[in-house]
């Protein structure tokens, strides 16, 4: 059986008794969309190549405590929640808040790539539980039940802070003749 064709909870299950390149298959399966789910979160090529390193290290250590082999990519996500985080802490001095950066969108006529820095910048501007919500909604892909597996918390709490962040993102990047201003 080749390892690009087994689902998760077999490699899950073969990696647990030993077989390293059925948890290498599962590095290389989601490695990239973890990456890129840190850097959202940290802004910080550097930090998220660390912190992915660290969050698949720390998920080989811990495979064993994974309850459903299935469920390997939301509780891969935690782990790597977990690491973004507890950098985020060490780097924030006590009460500082979220600094907004780059210009807001430009308005209609945009180019592709100052679409996406205008949606990467207003992202930078929601809370960081919205910014978090909608990552894993609209570019991870999760369901709402998975994205509270992730982040700890109720349903409808993240259904609330993924629709509280979208109508943010809508209002920030809608084009200003719109908004009536």
Same mark, same amino acid.
């Given at each position: ?23 290498? =298959? ?126 700890? =918390? ?28």
């Amino acid at each position: 059986m080749l390892f690009r064709e087994a689902d998760d909870k077999e490699l899950v299950g073969k990696a647990r008794h030993g077989n390293v390149d059925a948890y290498n =298959c599962l590095v290389s399966r989601w490695e990239k969309r973890v990456f890129n789910y840190i850097l959202r979160l940290t802004g910080h090529r550097e930090d998220a190549l660390d912190l992915t390193q660290d969050t698949f290290f720390k998920a080989y250590q811990h495979l064993e405590k994974l309850d459903d082999p299935s469920r390997f990519a939301p509780w891969l996500y935690r782990i790597a929640h977990n690491e973004a985080y507890s950098l985020l802490r060490r780097n924030r001095p006590d009460g500082e808040e979220l600094v907004e950066t780059g210009p807001g969108p430009r308005g209609p006529g945009m180019l592709p790539m100052e679409t996406s820095l205008a949606v990467q910048a207003a992202l930078d501007r929601l809370p960081a539980d919205q910014k978090e919500a909608v990552i894993l909604k609209v570019y991870e892909g999760f369901k709402f039940e998975e994205i509270a597996g992730i982040l700890g =918390c109720p349903v409808s709490t993240i259904k609330s802070r993924v629709y509280s962040g979208l109508d943010a993102l809508k209002g920030t990047l809608a084009p200003v003749r719109l908004r009536g201003v």
